[in-house]
Nanobody, 128 residues
Framework: QVQLVESGGGSVQAGGSLRLSCVSS???????????MGWFLQAPGKEREWVAS???????EYADSVKGRFTLSKDNDKNTLYLQMSSLKPEDAAMYYC???????????????????WGQGTQVTVSS
């Protein structure tokens, strides 16, 4: 059974940084396996939206709103996915979720329905 557990959220002032972590159990990250990983956010009263994703063939992509400020990375040895967030803005405040899907394919995945496994979320608050 695959379980994803996020951590690293918290409260920061605008302009600050946070690093979110997502530890996977039951699904192993390796450099040679075709899978997709992503980060999504959900603000109160809004739909969950895509932030960043990486696929074996499709590479790493970012939403325009976070491009240049957020970085997705992974540590295969620790089976952990990261989202480094810098220059945070109040509009970045949300619950952040990591997601993984073992599917194959060359097209990037940016939609909730394209991911099979989800974490429980970690809260990010940004004060102005």
């Amino acid at each position: 059974q695959v379980q994803l557990v996020e951590s690293g959220g918290g409260s920061v002032q605008a302009g600050g940084s946070l690093r979110l972590s997502c530890v996977s159990s039951g699904y192993t990250f390796t450099p040679y396996k075709n899978y997709f990983m992503g980060w999504f956010l959900q603000a109160p009263g809004k739909e969950r939206e895509w932030v960043a994703s990486r696929g074996y063939y499709s590479g790493t992509e970012y939403a325009d709103s976070v491009k240049g400020r957020f970085t997705l990375s992974k540590d295969n040895d620790k089976n952990t996915l990261y989202l480094q967030m810098s220059s945070l803005k109040p509009e970045d405040a949300a619950m952040y979720y990591c997601a993984v899907d073992p599917g194959s394919g060359r097209c990037p995945r940016r939609y909730n329905s394209e991911y099979a496994y989800w974490g429980q979320g970690t809260q990010v608050t940004v004060s102005s």
